[in-house]
């Protein structure tokens, strides 16, 4: 049996184009779409205090195999595609947790 996974993300957004990356993710539907996806329990972005240009991601997936599935979705790709036009930096880490 698979144990739970948390996902933390920190974009680091190319300067003054953070509130601009949240929009598009939030207008083209992949929060939503993410949270919709089977094995998802979490997925939320937020604002860190001690940075006016990074946007960070908390997800909590069933299990690695649904966060992998997640990586082959559409709406994966299209985050991905806002990446390369707002992103310079992405700090990812992955943490296994045993309920």
Same mark, same amino acid.
């Given at each position: 049996?698979?144990?739970?996974?948390?996902?933390?993300?920190?974009?680091?957004?190319?300067?003054?184009?953070?509130?601009?990356?949240?929009r598009h993710i939030v207008e083209?539907?992949?929060?939503?779409?993410?949270?919709?996806? *089977?094995?998802?329990?979490?997925?939320?972005?937020?604002?860190? @205090? #001690?940075?006016? $240009?990074? %946007?960070?991601? &908390?997800?909590?997936? *069933?299990?690695?195999?649904?966060?992998?599935?997640?990586?082959? @979705? #559409?709406?994966? $790709?299209? %985050?991905?595609? &806002?990446?390369?036009?707002?992103?310079?930096?992405?700090?990812?880490?992955?943490?296994?947790?045993?309920?």
């Open positions: 049996m698979s144990n739970p996974i948390l996902v933390t993300v920190r974009y680091t957004v190319k300067d003054g184009k953070r509130e601009e990356f949240y083209q539907g992949i929060d939503t779409a993410s949270r919709a996806e *089977d094995g998802n329990r979490k997925y939320d972005y937020y604002y860190p @205090t #001690d940075s006016e $240009q990074d %946007l960070c991601l &908390l997800e909590l997936w *069933d299990s690695r195999e649904a966060q992998k599935i997640h990586g082959t @979705t #559409d709406h994966y $790709q299209k %985050l991905s595609n &806002l990446k390369v036009t707002y992103v310079t930096n992405a700090e990812i880490h992955i943490y296994d947790l045993a309920e």
